[in-house]
């Protein structure tokens, strides 16, 4: 199985630049990956890292250490439309399962 | 882009009663789809995975005989909530995979809020 750990809350002011760790434990590896949801909607997908190091999409990155069991989602130039629940997301083989850590809430301040 | 809908979007019933969810893959064909439970304020939690032309896999604790899958055809899996009770009110979210996507990249449907009342 997996577990994956996330901090519950983070809040910030625009502009700013926020990091959401992501601590795993599994007993086998699919890569991690990063969605977002915003109230009452469906989780979007953000990004995915198979290998060690930073995967940069616009405003978000991402990275994964496979050694450390760790990840982390970076956030920049936030705004005010970036407030919304944050999932680190492990598996995808063994039948596309993937589980979801518990979310980290983010809220974006002006 | 891949695009999924559910269907309803909310619904209300009362206690003991049955709920059908319909789950579709709009413009790609899903030979698997997932649902989900989500609760106010906490994550994702897998129910099952529906497979096209087979049985549903139900993860653990989930019972089969409660939550009925369907998956009869490539683009619609349906999600029956049988002699449904209060505890049953959550968010029920689906999702699908399309083929040769990257490999963790699920398309949800928008959701369906189930009120039992």
């Known amino acids: 199985g997996q577990s994956l750990e996330q901090p519950s809350e983070v809040t910030a002011v625009e502009g700013a630049i926020v990091q959401i760790n992501c601590t795993y434990q599994?007993?086998?590896?699919?890569?991690l990956s990063w969605y977002q949801q915003h109230d009452g909607g469906a989780p979007t997908f953000l990004s995915y890292?198979?290998?060690?190091g930073l995967e940069e999409t616009g405003r978000f990155s991402s990275f994964l250490s496979r050694s450390d069991s760790y990840g982390y989602l970076l956030l920049q130039e936030l705004q005010m439309k970036d407030s919304a629940s944050y999932f680190c997301?492990?598996?995808?083989?063994?039948?596309?399962?993937?589980?979801f850590g518990g979310g980290t809430r983010v809220l974006v301040k002006p | 882009g891949a695009v999924v809908s559910q269907h309803p979007s909310w619904v209300i019933c009362k206690s003991g009663t049955s709920v059908k969810i319909e789950c579709r893959s709009l413009?790609?064909?899903?030979?698997?789809m997932f649902w989900y439970r989500q609760f106010p304020k906490q994550s994702l939690m897998l129910m099952a995975t529906?497979?096209?032309?087979?049985?549903?896999?139900?993860e653990q604790g989930v019972e089969k005989d409660k939550f009925l899958i369907n998956h009869a055809s490539l683009t619609l899996s349906t999600l029956t909530v049988t002699s449904a009770h209060p505890e049953d009110s959550s968010f029920y979210i689906c999702?699908?995979?399309?083929?040769?996507?990257?490999?963790?990249?699920?398309?949800f449907g928008p959701g369906t809020r189930l009120t039992v009342l």
């Open positions: 599994t007993s086998g590896f699919y890569g």
């Open positions: 413009d790609f064909q899903a030979t698997t």
């Open positions: 890292n198979a290998l060690d």
């Open positions: 529906s497979n096209e032309g087979s049985k549903a896999t139900y």
């Open positions: 997301v492990g598996g995808g083989a063994a039948g596309n399962k993937l589980t």
């Open positions: 999702s699908a995979r399309t083929a040769g996507g990257p490999y963790n990249e699920q398309f």
